[in-house]
């Protein structure tokens, strides 16, 4: 497949399908359909969180962190 990137090519896809042997994709339709499409509903969480552990961060990024509340 070729996926045609960025706005400014929005649209070529079609007009140049027939000259390419695989699939072409338009960046822009495709993310215009997968944004709109219905997002599933986010797991409940007990707490609030991340998912993944913030390490090896420097002491300014790390002063950004959420706080857990007491």
């Known amino acids: 497949a070729v996926i045609l990137g960025g706005a400014g090519l ?3 896809a079609a007009a140049i399908q027939s ?3 695989v699939p072409v ?5 495709a993310g ?3 944004a709109l499409r219905t997002p599933p509903q ?8 991340f998912d993944i552990a913030w ?3 420097s002491p300014e990024m790390c002063a950004l962190a ?3 509340a007491a």
């Open 10 to 12: 929005a649209g070529m």
């Open 19 to 21: 000259d390419v042997p």
């Open 25 to 29: 994709i338009d960046s822009v339709t």
């Open 32 to 34: 215009t359909h997968w």
């Open 42 to 49: 986010p797991p409940a969480r007990g707490t609030p969180g």
């Open 55 to 57: 390490q090896g961060l």
């Open 66 to 68: 959420p706080t857990q």
